[in-house]
């Protein structure tokens, strides 16, 4: 049994490895399958993207003593257009090519409406939850979202994710999680459950 080390915030000088971390942690995921196929070009395109969003995160938690496990979280009032957003999106076209990109950014911009539908208000977004593959299944999930689940209750805000894998369902229902939808997007087919938290 492995002791579950502390959770710090991310220092700059780990977004690579971060980055490294969540597209080990989400190589099989259903979105990015869809995507990309191919698993040696999904590995590339996911790295990217994964250490891009880490870069940009405004609040982002990690394993102190070995990077195990990320969260990115988008805390209540962020998530505004910023200068360099445009620049963003052109790149991932660029980097994607447009087939994988029109195929990511359809089925992204479904489950954005399904987001904006269930949390019209402040909240804390659960943007991704990834633990290494080795590590998984030892409590460093749980450990990951403590801190900003911790900070949404003492602030009063309820908290929303959404998963593509059925098995993730009964974790995130351990931690106050409760389903809102469920479905499947209509071109791709990936299964949805969007996932909801009250403050405690």
């Not at 880490?54 to 969260?71: F, K, L, P, S």
């Not at 590590?135 to 994710?161: E, H, I, K, S, V």
Request: net charge negative.
């Amino acid at each position: 049994m492995h002791k579950v080390p502390d959770i710090v915030s991310l220092r700059k000088e780990d977004v690579e490895v971060a980055g490294e971390i969540l597209e080990q942690a989400f190589a099989e995921d259903p979105l990015n399958v869809y995507t990309a196929p191919d698993p040696s070009r999904r590995r590339s395109l996911f790295r990217w993207l994964f250490t891009r969003l880490v870069r940009m995160a405004d609040t982002t938690y990690t394993t102190a003593e070995q990077i195990r496990g990320v969260a990115l979280w988008v805390a209540p009032q962020s998530g505004e257009v910023v200068e360099g957003d445009v620049d963003d999106l052109e790149q991932m076209e660029r980097i994607f090519g447009p087939e994988a990109y029109q195929r990511f950014s359809r089925a992204f911009d479904y489950f954005e409406d399904r987001h904006r539908q269930h949390m019209q208000g402040p909240h804390w977004y659960l943007q991704l939850l990834g633990v290494a593959p080795r590590w998984q299944g030892q409590g460093f999930g749980t450990a990951l979202m403590a801190p900003a689940l911790r900070q949404a209750d003492r602030q009063g805000f309820p908290c929303y994710l959404e998963t593509f894998v059925a098995a993730n369902v009964p974790f995130y229902q351990r931690h106050g999680f409760q389903v809102v939808a469920a479905g499947e997007e209509p071109r791709s087919h990936i299964p949805f459950w969007s996932m909801r938290r009250e403050p405690r």
